[in-house]
C-alpha cells in the first residue's frame, strides 16, 4: 500500500514536469502565455491528479476532446 | 480573468490583505509560543512548534468557512473575501507543519515507515473515547492539500465548475475531521478542557453563521410574483434599485441581477463566471458589472467582459413602464446584446 502510494507520487512528479512544461498549453489556450510563476504554482495539483490530465492531453493531442470542459 | 494565467494577480489590495494575513499570522505564531513556553517550561520546541502551527491552522479554518456566511449577511466582511484563497493556502501551509513535525515527532524514529506507523501506531478504532485521532488529521490534510494545489484559476477551468466545486466543498469534511482530531487528541492526551471547549464553541458558531446566511437566502430564492405580461414580469419599481447597483430577483428558477445605471435599466444572469459570484452584489464601476468576490468585470448590454476577456453572462429583456422594471423571464444565451432600458424618456420624466 504504501509503495503504491510512493509509486502514484514519483509518477506524479515526472508528470507535472512535463505537464507544466508543455500538457498545460495543450489543453488550455490560456496557459500558453502564462507565467513561471504560474508554472510553478499548478505543479503539486498537476502530480496529484495525474491521471486526470493524461487522459486530458491525450484527447487534446488526438483531437477527441474539448481544450476546456 | 481568462488571459495569460500568472501565479497572482498582484494588485494593491491583494498586497495588503496579504502583509495583513503574514503579520497576523507572524503575531499569533510568536506569541503562543512565547506564551506557552513561559506557562510550560518542560515543553519540547517540537511540541511547541506543532500545538503552535496546529491552532494556527484551526483558527484560520475558522475565519475561512466563516467569511462566506458573513458576506451574505453584511456586505461589510466582502474585502475580507476578496482573497480568501491566499488564506486557504496560508491555512493549509500551517497544518502542512504541524502535520509534518506531528509525523517525525511521534512516527518517524521506530523501525516502521511513518505512514504505516500512522495508522497502525494506535489501532483502537473500535474504542470512541481512544480512537485514532491522528489518522483524522492525516486526512483532513489530505483533503487540503488537494484544494490549495487546485486553488489557480488553471484548475477551475480546466476541472470545469462543477468538479472544481465539489472538490472544494470537501472544505467541510475536512473541517469536521480536524474538529474530530483536535477534540479526540485533546481528550486523550490533557486534562485541561480548554481547547475543547474553543473547538466547540467555535463549531457552533460556525454552524449558527451557515443557518443564519441559509435563511436570508431562502427569501432572495423565491420565485419573483409580479404580474406577468408578454412573459414580461415586474419586478420592482426603478426607485427600489440603488444608482450603479442591482437588484437581485428570482425568474424562471434563476437568480437575475437587475442593474440601474447611467438612467438605465438592464438585467443579466447574477452568477459570475469565475466563481458563481453574485453579479448582483456588486456595483457599475468604469461601466461595467464588477462582481464583489474578485472584480470580474462585464458590459451591462450584452453580459459580455470587455475585451481581451471571455467570459460572458445571460442578459434578459428589459422595460420600464410607469417607474416600474419589468424583465422577461426567459434569458437569452449569454452573452447577446439586448438594449438597455431607458429610465426617463427623452423629453419626459416617466417611460
Known amino acids: ?69 | 480573468m481568462s488571459v495569460g494565467y500568472q501565479a497572482v494577480g498582484w494588485n494593491r489590495q491583494k498586497k495588503l490583505y496579504d502583509r495583513t494575513l503574514a503579520l497576523g499570522v507572524g503575531l499569533y505564531l510568536a506569541l503562543f509560543l512565547a506564551i506557552s513556553a513561559a506557562v510550560n517550561p518542560n515543553a519540547t520546541a517540537e511540541t511547541l512548534v506543532i500545538r503552535a502551527f496546529g491552532t494556527g491552522a484551526l483558527l484560520l479554518l475558522h475565519v475561512v468557512l466563516a467569511i462566506g456566511p458573513l458576506c451574505r449577511l453584511d456586505r461589510r466582511f466582502l474585502p475580507l473575501l476578496y482573497n480568501r484563497r491566499h488564506l486557504g493556502v496560508t491555512m493549509f501551509g500551517l497544518a502542512l507543519v504541524h502535520g509534518l513535525f506531528s509525523l517525525v515527532q511521534f512516527h518517524a524514529f521506530g523501525d516502521t515507515h511513518p505512514l504505516v506507523s500512522l495508522f497502525t501506531a494506535n489501532s483502537r478504532y473500535d474504542s470512541l473515547a481512544w480512537f485514532p485521532f491522528q489518522p483524522l488529521g492525516f486526512v483532513a490534510l489530505v483533503i487540503l492539500f488537494l484544494m490549495a494545489a487546485t486553488s489557480h484559476d488553471f484548475w477551475l477551468a480546466n476541472l470545469g465548475a462543477p468538479v472544481w466545486k465539489a472538490l472544494h466543498m470537501l472544505v467541510y469534511v475536512a473541517y469536521s475531521l480536524v474538529v474530530a482530531h483536535v477534540v479526540l487528541g485533546s481528550l486523550q492526551a490533557e486534562t485541561c478542557p480548554l481547547l475543547t471547549g474553543l473547538v466547540g464553541a467555535g463549531l457552533v458558531a460556525i454552524v449558527a453563521l451557515h443557518l443564519v446566511a441559509g435563511w436570508r437566502e431562502r427569501a432572495l430564492d423565491a420565485e419573483h410574483a409580479g404580474d406577468a405580461t408578454d412573459g414580461f414580469v415586474d419586478v420592482c419599481a426603478v426607485d427600489d434599485i440603488e444608482p450603479e447597483r442591482a437588484k437581485i430577483v428570482t425568474l424562471g428558477g434563476e437568480r437575475v441581477a437587475v442593474f440601474r445605471y447611467d438612467d438605465k435599466v438592464s438585467a443579466v444572469g447574477n452568477a459570475c463566471r469565475h466563481q458563481n459570484g453574485p453579479l448582483g452584489e456588486g456595483r457599475i464601476i468604469d461601466g461595467c458589472i464588477t462582481c464583489p468576490w474578485h472584480g470580474y468585470q462585464y458590459r451591462p448590454e450584452d453580459g459580455c467582459s470587455p475585451p481581451p476577456f471571455t467570459e460572458k453572462v445571460p442578459t434578459y429583456d428589459v422595460r420600464v413602464t410607469r417607474g416600474r422594471v419589468l424583465v422577461r423571464s426567459e434569458a437569452h444565451a449569454p452573452g447577446t446584446p439586448v438594449a438597455p432600458a431607458q429610465v426617463h424618456a427623452m423629453g419626459s420624466r416617466d417611460a
Request: no cysteine; aromatic share 14%.
Open chain 1, 1 to 69: 500500500m504504501v509503495h503504491a502510494f510512493e509509486l502514484y507520487v514519483a509518477i506524479g512528479i515526472a508528470f507535472a514536469v512535463a505537464f507544466v512544461l508543455r500538457g498545460a498549453n495543450r489543453i488550455d489556450p490560456s496557459a500558453r502565455t502564462g507565467t513561471w510563476g504560474f508554472r510553478v504554482l499548478i505543479f503539486p495539483g498537476a502530480a496529484a491528479l495525474w491521471p486526470l490530465l493524461l487522459v486530458r492531453w491525450l484527447r487534446a493531442d488526438s483531437g477527441t476532446g474539448s481544450e476546456t470542459p
